[in-house]
């Protein structure tokens, strides 16, 4: 125990200690037990509930652990544990008392005290564990409300919608802000939803519930992505990509999900590959148009190189050879302005230089 006591102070340094004990002989006990490593504790000593209020709303002082006595001159018992509890300001309160009474003392932890130990039979070892626990316990309470403080901005504060829902029920537990602006639904109206009531589903009953199930039996942090169909409240159907992960909320095995709505992305991407559609018919229509003039040209100047041609004859293919060319330039800026105009159509935003 005192090699846990060294490594805790090691981390942590010297532990300070607020004994609120009015009985001499019972701090000059606790001095004792705590002298064995006298570096590791700095005590302080109030012997009233007055003088230890005073010592705890004073701004000035910062405790790591207090030991109370329940029996002051001014206050006692489960009154002087609410008065006490009440400032204490998170920090651990170990309740040392004579009292025996099993109801008693499970009625104390219950108003908040991290330890109930009885000072008859109390040991160094005892005292130290106690210490040891609370101040670990205190620490790792704090490092969950910062964890969960962390979660919760990150949820709240998400510019895309979020959720928690329940795999056994599939009901809402909690929702963003991003959530209810998207959706148009309410937090009371999700809160009393399931997540079967915006969501569009294309299989049968039977296998949905085979779904449901395999769902349920995912280990907490098992990661899943899909794509699926949501309806938002004004009957708007969106297609939502979902990432989520299974999680433990409020002693529930549930699922927290990110959506992002993909609808104008996939919109946008169907209507890419039906511009391409059209593309190709228009390539496939064209072509024996583009054909009909570029024939003529190979024709026109096979005849002027292979032929021997009276000089009117030679002026009279120029003439065809200049002909077809403007004939096959009118072809070419006739596609060029199909295939701009369905381009336009398309994406109006996209900028093509003439």
């Known amino acids: 125990m005192m090699k846990a006591i060294n490594r805790f102070q090691d981390t ?13 002989g019972d701090y000059a006990l606790v001095e004792d037990f705590l002298f064995e490593n006298k570096n590791a504790f700095d005590l302080t000593h109030a012997q009233t509930c007055k003088e230890a209020k005073a010592m705890l709303t004073n701004g000035q002082s910062q405790f790591d652990v207090i030991l109370l006595d ?13 008065e006490i509890v009440a400032i204490s300001q998170a920090t651990p309160v170990i309740v040392l ?14 108003l908040g005290i991290a330890d109930y130990l009885l000072k008859d039979g109390l040991t160094p070892q005892m005292l130290y564990k106690s210490i040891l626990y609370s101040c670990e316990r205190k620490k790792a309470i704090l490092d969950l409300e ?4 962390r979660y919760s901005n990150l949820f709240h504060l998400s510019p895309e919608p979020m959720w928690v829902y329940t795999i056994d029920n599939l009901c809402f537990e909690d929702v963003n802000e991003a959530a209810i602006k998207h959706y148009g639904y309410s937090k009371e109206e999700f809160l009393s939803m399931t997540i079967s009531d915006i969501k569009v589903y294309t299989k049968d009953q ?30 708007e159907l969106i297609c939502v990509e979902e990432n989520s992960n299974v999680i433990g909320h409020k002693g529930k095995k549930a699922k927290i999900v990110f959506a992002n709505d993909v609808s104008e992305r996939l919109n946008y991407i169907a209507a890419i590959e039906a511009q391409n559609e059209k593309l190709r018919e228009i390539a496939w229509v064209q072509s024996h148009v583009v054909r009909a003039p570029l024939s003529r040209l190979m024709g026109l100047i096979d005849l002027f190189i292979n032929n021997r041609n009276t000089d009117e004859e030679n002026r009279l293919i120029l003439d065809y050879l200049l002909t077809s060319a403007h004939e096959l330039d009118d072809v070419i800026k006739d596609i060029s302005d199909k295939v701009y105009d369905k381009i336009k159509i398309t994406n109006p935003y996209l900028q093509v230089s003439a």
């Open 146 to 149: 910062e964890s969960e403080k």
């Open 12 to 24: 942590r340094g010297t532990l300070s200690v607020l004994v609120i004990e009015d009985n001499p």
């Open 206 to 235: 039977a296998v949905l519930k085979n779904d449901f199930r395999r769902k349920a039996s995912a280990s907490e942090g098992s990661f899943e992505e899909n794509i699926t169909v949501h309806r938002k409240k004004s009957g």
């Open 70 to 82: 329940l029996s002051l001159p001014d206050k006692t018992g489960i009154e002087l544990i609410n």
């Open 97 to 110: 008392t004579g009292y025996q009474g099993l109801h008693f003392g499970v009625k104390s932890l219950s």
